[in-house]
């Protein structure tokens, strides 16, 4: 696609439900990200995908969090059993390669979740 | 701990003159430096790459430093313009570690 896509745009879900976020990258790009910002604070990282390696999860805040990229495209960002904490914007990115690209990464417009 | 720090105060400035937006990196080295620009309820965009041995890069009304030794980059906003008014986020790459500042507010008064 054009851009990078992100679904749903806004999640409204009860504490202890279990959510799905999307992201689709743009074609041809190898590396996916996954960002968290809360109101006000910077991007956290969460995890980042590059080609077919094993993602690098350091930035996962619990074992709550999850994610997998499938086929190369397509990432899914699971939070399990959401806690109010969780309430934040979250972003995708994605690049042709893993970092120095003098392209830069492309965000998505985020997926805000709201846990209640 | 790793950080990239930002100055969190707004940054008021005039219409055509330059804005200059600062970013220092702690306990890490950088193999690159990225500056992208946010608006609100929208995802960052791209605007400028850096890496460690460059000192200095441009792009248009754009400038951006990476100066190792005081570890900081500067961001250089020339001829500013309200349309200039964002805040503007600093990420420092290198192996596994993608870290963001949490951004500098730009307002540029007509």
């Known amino acids: 696609g054009a851009g990078v896509s992100q679904s749903p745009s806004n999640k409204v879900t009860e504490k202890g439900k279990d959510v799905e976020l999307r992201c689709d990258p743009i074609s041809g790009h190898t590396a996916l990200y996954w960002y968290r910002q809360s109101l006000g604070q910077g991007l956290e990282f969460l995890i980042y995908f590059q080609g077919n390696s094993a993602p690098d999860k350091s930035g996962l805040p619990s074992d709550r969090f999850s994610a997998e990229r499938t086929g190369g495209s397509v990432s899914t960002l699971t939070i399990q059993r959401t806690q109010q904490e969780d309430s934040a914007v979250y972003l995708c990115?994605?690049?042709?390669?893993?970092?120095?690209?003098?392209?830069?990464?492309?965000f998505g417009s985020g997926t805000r979740l709201t846990v209640v | 701990s790793q950080k990239i720090e930002q100055n969190s105060e707004a940054l008021n400035i005039q219409e055509g003159k330059t804005a200059t937006l600062t970013c220092n990196y702690t306990?890490?080295?950088?193999?690159?430096l990225q500056w992208y620009r946010q608006d609100p309820g929208r995802g960052p965009v791209f605007l400028l790459l850096i890496r460690e041995n460059e000192k200095e890069k441009r792009k248009e009304r754009l400038k951006v430093t990476f100066d190792t030794t005081l570890k900081q980059s500067l961001f250089h906003i020339t001829a500013s313009q309200p349309a200039d008014s964002a805040t503007y986020l600093c990420?420092?790459?290198?192996?596994?570690?993608?870290?963001f500042g949490t951004g500098t507010l730009l307002a540029v008064q007509p």
């Open positions: 990420e420092g790459g290198a192996t596994n570690k993608l870290i």
């Open positions: 990115a994605s690049s042709f390669t893993l970092g120095q690209d003098d392209r830069g990464y492309t």
């Open positions: 306990n890490y080295s950088p193999a690159y």
